[in-house]
């Protein structure tokens, strides 16, 4: 059964510290037990990183049951607590928070590897999440056996174990764990994948995990194989922040794309997260049209220009004081921001607002404020200054001026996005057509 993970844990570990993360589930549990019976063996000193997110009553209890396993074992036991997060992104920002620790603990104690309990179950549920939708090629491959990273390795052996797998080595060799009763919940969509859709790719094939491991094995293989054509074409036609136009169309357009995406990486390697395809797309029309010049507004301030055979990205500027825009579906911002349409209902926070249009006048704009702007905000009597929100929310002064404004075609203010909603925001369970979000 796990003769596989043994094997990966024996041809890379040997004679070192390694770091396990572990939640204390029946996966990271069999993963930590596993790592222990090998310790003698491959002369490891182990590291056990736990991580308590506080989010339900039995987060201490799964906490000490992993503190007192360590202890049992004579495992060294790293321990951290999440008492915060990002409520527009809470899963990423849990994910960001938790692989910050584990990364240093690596570097606390000069471990060159971290483990990690991923499995083959999970591999499928993510291969099909991204394809569902929608993800750049390497992303379709789901995530990687090893992954390199700055002066250590996270392995995950358990690759090609299912669940059903682990939680029956557990029973068998008396290993503790406890589960997580949010991973039984439709809430998430990760839980839809894993119990609806997986079981009945089972039922096809019981070992439908290890034709997805190929599968992502496969196109791992391939995007190696095309990043290497891509830097090499990359250092040839850009050089000193200038890309030559004319050598970009000889290149199969596989190619293009993967340049323009390091193009925009280069320019946003800290905002990454503001770059769309819409952008990608943007770029890629504007260098291959038969338009000897143009330019186009991008996040943070910067002008995609091209200029007969050359195409750069530069600062813009000039930023505007004074702006009212119409929205379709998408604006890119003046403040470096977006705002789009997005089918997405679940996030409450001020940066989603949900409207239903009939109690609009369409359409919609997006503007600077003006002297007297009010705004009814949802469920408070009366009306608000937007001025005094600013001041409130601590908004510096050049901010103010330039700081989006929903309104309708008849300026009544619909919302101040990241801020505050108005009285037309429609609850999860009320009747709404429009859902917009700001990032």
């Known amino acids: 059964m796990m003769n596989e993970a043994i094997d990966r844990l024996e041809s890379n570990l040997q004679n070192e510290t390694v770091v396990v993360a572990v939640s ?15 310790k003698e063996k491959l002369n490891l000193k182990i590291v056990c990183a736990h991580v308590n997110h506080k989010l339900r009553p039995e987060s201490e209890e799964e906490a000490d049951m992993v503190r007192h396993y360590c202890n049992k074992n004579d495992i060294i036991f790293e321990y951290m607590t999440i008492d915060s997060y990002n409520k527009t992104n809470f ?51 789901g995530f990687s056996e090893k992954i390199e990273k700055d002066g250590y390795t996270i392995l995950r052996p358990l690759i090609t174990n299912t669940k059903d797998e682990l939680e029956q080595f557990d029973i068998e060799n008396n290993i503790p764990y406890r589960i997580d009763n949010s991973n039984t919940k439709d809430t998430y969509t990760r839980n839809r994948f894993r119990k609806y859709i997986l079981p009945k790719l089972k039922e096809e094939d019981k070992n439908v995990h290890k034709k997805f491991y190929k599968f992502s094995k496969t196109l791992e293989m ?25 050598e970009f169309k000889k290149l199969d357009k596989v190619i293009q794309v993967r ?35 143009s330019e ?17 990205i530069k600062e813009d500027k000039i930023i505007l004081s004074e702006y009212k825009l119409e929205l379709i579906d998408y604006l890119t911002l003046p403040n470096g921001k977006i705002i789009e349409i997005t089918d997405d209902a679940s996030d409450n926070s001020n940066y989603t607002t949900r409207l239903l249009s009939t109690e ?33 929310e601590k908004i ?36 709404y057509d429009i859902i917009l979000k700001y990032h």
């Open 24 to 38: 204390g589930g029946p996966d990271s549990m069999a993963l930590l037990y596993l790592v222990n019976s090998l």
């Open 91 to 141: 899963h990423q920002d849990a994910r960001n928070k938790r692989y910050n620790f584990f990364e240093k603990c690596v570097k606390k104690c000069q471990a060159k590897h971290l483990l990690t309990a991923h499995h083959g179950d999970d591999l499928v549920e993510t291969i099909l999440m991204r394809i569902v939708r929608g993800a750049a090629f390497k992303s379709y491959a």
């Open 222 to 246: 391939y995007d190696n194989y095309i990043e290497k054509d891509t830097n090499k074409a990359y250092n040839h036609i850009y050089q000193n922040y200038i890309l030559n136009i004319n």
């Open 259 to 293: 340049i323009i995406k390091r193009l925009l990486w280069e320019e946003y390697k800290q905002d990454l997260s503001l770059i769309t395809d819409n952008h990608r797309n943007l770029l890629y029309q504007i260098i291959m049209s038969s338009k000897a010049s």
């Open 296 to 312: 186009v507004s991008l996040p943070k301030h910067k002008k995609a220009i091209k200029d007969y055979d050359r195409f750069y």
């Open 360 to 392: 609009l006048n369409l359409p919609l704009y997006i503007r600077t404020r003006l002297d007297g702007d009010k705004i009814a905000i949802k469920g408070l009597n009366g009306t608000k200054k937007v001025k005094d929100i600013f001041i409130d």
């Open 396 to 431: 510096s002064k050049i901010d103010r001026d330039i700081y989006p404004i929903l309104v309708d075609s008849k300026d009544n203010i619909i919302w101040l996005p990241g801020l505050k909603k108005s009285k037309f925001h429609k609850q999860k369970d009320e009747n």
